[in-house]
T-cell receptor, first 113, second 112 residues
Framework: QKEVEQNSGPLSVPEGAIASLNCTYS??????FFWYRQYSGKSPELIMS????GDKEDGRFTAQLNKASQYVSLLIRDSQPSDSATYLC?????????????FGAGTQVVVTP | EPEVTQTPSHQVTQMGQEVILRCVPI?????FYWYRQILGQKVEFLVS????????KSEIFDDQFSVERPDGSNFTLKIRSTKLEDSAMYFC??????????FGPGTRLTVT
């Protein structure tokens, strides 16, 4: 069974601090990785995608990918109370599974004022 | 900004009844998906659809489930005979390539 693993949290972060979220995946053939934000009772909202090893920055968010270690991370800089949500890591498989996303269970982030 | 829409937002049905969940993907997208999320659990893939046929389906997507694109805009998920364990949020997603997927707001299905 191909899995995506995340710490469930909650991860408590003071306002203005950096939130660091981690994700590991078991399918070494996975090529594409995504971070979604999900507020309670709402649908997943795409924040970042990353396909190559290294860092990718978009505003206050930075995604990091290390395919050798099968590890993806998300940094949220200058955390705001509105960042309080569950963050889902998703991996897309190899060409024989082109459309299927495997989601982690999510990490709950709580930003405290 | 274009978005995926889903109707209804909440559907209550009795066990054994058929339900149809409707989705309107983003207009220029070609790839469509259904996922479900049981309360408190992870988002689970059900099925992907491209070029008017199923591309991939999970073990959850058994003979009780079917998908259809009846016209140029709608994408539907039918559950033929609902069970209590089908109660969940059902999310439709679409993508323009096989990369980023954009999710609709979901339909909460409650089977009583």
């Amino acid at each position: 069974q191909k899995e995506v693993e995340q710490n469930s949290g909650p991860l408590s972060v003071p306002e203005g601090a950096i939130a660091s979220l981690n994700c590991t995946y078991s399918d070494r053939g996975s090529q594409s990785f995504f971070w979604y934000r999900q507020y309670s009772g709402k649908s997943p909202e795409l924040i970042m995608s990353i396909y190559s090893n290294g860092d990718k920055e978009d505003g206050r968010f930075t995604a990091q990918l290390n395919k050798a270690s099968q590890y993806v991370s998300l940094l949220i800089r200058d955390s705001q109370p509105s960042d309080s949500a569950t963050y889902l890591c998703a991996a897309k498989g190899t060409t024989d599974s082109w459309g299927k996303f495997q989601f982690g269970a999510g990490t709950q982030v709580v930003v405290t004022p | 900004e274009p978005e995926v829409t889903q109707t209804p937002s909440h559907q209550v049905t009795q066990m054994g009844q058929e339900v149809i969940l409707r989705c309107v993907p983003i207009s220029n997208h070609l790839y469509f998906y259904w996922y479900r999320q049981i309360l408190g659990q992870k988002v689970e893939f059900l099925v992907s659809f491209y070029n008017n046929e199923i591309s991939e389906k999970s073990e959850i997507f058994d003979d009780q489930f079917s998908v259809e694109r009846p016209d140029g805009s709608n994408f539907t998920l039918k559950i033929r005979s609902t069970k209590l364990e089908d109660s969940a949020m059902y999310f439709c997603a679409s993508s323009g390539t096989v990369r980023e997927q954009y999710f609709g707001p979901g339909t909460r299905l409650t089977v009583t």
